[in-house]
T-cell receptor
Framework: SQQGEEDPQALSIQEGENATMNCSYKTSINNLQWYRQNSGRGLVHLILIRSNEREKHSGRLRVTLDTSKKSSSLLITASRAADTASYFCATERGYGNKLVFGAGTILRVKS | GAVVSQHPSRVICKSGTSVKIECRSLDFQATTMFWYRQFPKQSLMLMATSNEGSKATYEQGVEKDKFLINHASLTLSTLTVTSAHPEDSSFYIC????????????????FGPGTRLTVL
């Protein structure tokens, strides 16, 4: 079964605005990863944050992790129409273990 | 970078037939590959973990006799959907873990582009 929830389920914003997506999980984790999926395509790895890290940046992406609340957020700044996609968080519980995916957020950036 | 391919990208078959989907790691060795299933507008659900040279480990609720997995080499895993029915229509995605590359605190997984299966 899925590890946790993501919210919002869908998000529609204007180009240039920031988009924030949240992910919650249920058990202790080794790391949390964010993926992007364009419609009908495979997954693209965006960023990995370890359980002992609190924040990580990659270009226009900023990920935070709060292990006390078992939650993470993905912030995309200055969004572009090309950012339109589904975004999934995935947790890895143990070293080398399987990934468990959240429900995903469908992001639509309007130009 | 690490590339994972899947073949075919799309397949349409008649009910009752079997369909084989291949997952290949093109430029790295993968001791472990994962098979996921994704229904429209839903998340990925792990079906099974495939280890090279050994039997696959199936997730709860996944029929091992219906979804046959073979991981015969370090670069190839196959998923065969046997006696397919319309309810098996879905998007099947594989991922592969590079046995030598570690990212962060774990091994990074690389995902294939997916296979769209439609059973008529």
């Amino acid at each position: 079964s899925q590890q946790g929830e993501e919210d919002p389920q869908a998000l529609s914003i204007q180009e240039g605005e920031n988009a924030t997506m949240n992910c919650s999980y249920k058990t202790s984790i080794n790391n949390l990863q964010w993926y992007r999926q364009n419609s009908g395509r495979g997954l693209v790895h965006l960023i990995l944050i370890r359980s002992n890290e609190r924040e990580k940046h990659s270009g226009r992406l900023r990920v935070t992790l709060d292990t006390s609340k078992k939650s993470s957020s993905l912030l995309i700044t200055a969004s572009r129409a090309a950012d339109t996609a589904s975004y999934f968080c995935a947790t890895e519980r143990g070293y080398g273990n399987k990934l468990v995916f959240g429900a995903g957020t469908i992001l639509r950036v309007k130009s | 970078g690490a590339v994972v391919s899947q073949h075919p990208s799309r397949v349409i078959c008649k009910s009752g037939t079997s369909v084989k989907i291949e997952c290949r790691s093109l430029d790295f060795q993968a001791t472990t590959m994962f098979w996921y299933r994704q229904f429209p507008k839903q998340s990925l659900m792990l079906m099974a973990t495939s280890n090279e040279g050994s039997k696959a480990t199936y997730e709860q609720g996944v029929e091992k006799d219906k979804f046959l997995i073979n991981h015969a080499s370090l670069t190839l895993s196959t998923l065969t959907v046997t006696s397919a029915h319309p309810e098996d229509s879905s998007f099947y995605i594989c991922s592969a873990r590079d046995r030598f590359v570690r990212s962060g605190s774990g091994y990074e997984q690389f995902f294939g582009p997916g296979t769209r299966l439609t059973v008529l």
